[in-house]
């Protein structure tokens, strides 16, 4: 019986059922992260046990994006986007789970997942992104959307 030898990602088929795992997977993250906002203030939820440093780490690399706003997916995705992004990520290579993993992140923290407002992006966007809105209170309305009745 061989032995398995470790998935080389650079020589690796791009198979289909590979792509429909990592879409799965996107999904759930995506689905699992909604109804958390769902049930906690965003305001009140600590992503990791590095929410603090992917933080302060995110607005000293990135003083440029306010969160607020709409991403600018092409700017993240541009040569220099990728390059700045590139070095933020590998700082978390051997601290965080899954740092490189594709992910869906909302483009505009106003609104839900939908097709126009949703992107392709990598875990560590996704958490200092996130993070950043959640710090902000930009968040906080799905919650209270979704409690709206226990007010009245």
């Known amino acids: 019986m061989s032995e398995a030898q470790p998935l080389d990602p650079d020589n690796a088929p791009n198979t289909e059922e590979i792509e429909k795992q990592f879409a799965v997977k996107?999904?759930?993250h995506?689905?699992?992260?909604?109804?958390?906002?769902?049930?906690?203030?965003?305001?009140?939820?600590?992503?990791?046990?590095?929410?603090d440093e992917i933080f302060e780490h995110f607005q000293k690399d990135f003083p440029d994006i306010d969160v607020s706003q709409t991403m600018d997916e092409n700017k993240m995705k541009s040569?220099?986007?990728?390059?700045r992004w590139r070095n933020f990520m590998m700082a978390y290579e051997k601290k965080v789970d899954d740092y490189n993993?594709?992910?869906?992140l909302r483009n505009n923290p106003k609104a839900e997942y939908t097709e126009q407002d949703t992107i392709f992006a990598m875990r560590m966007q996704f958490y200092a992104i996130e993070i950043a809105r959640n710090r902000a209170g930009l968040n906080d309305w799905i919650y209270e959307k979704e409690h709206t009745d226990e007010k009245a």
């Open 26 to 28: 996107a999904v759930q």
């Open 30 to 51: 995506m689905a699992t992260y909604w109804s958390i906002l769902e049930k906690l203030p965003g305001s009140k939820l600590r992503l990791t046990k590095m929410d």
């Open 79 to 83: 040569k220099d986007g990728k390059e």
């Open 101 to 104: 993993f594709g992910t869906m």
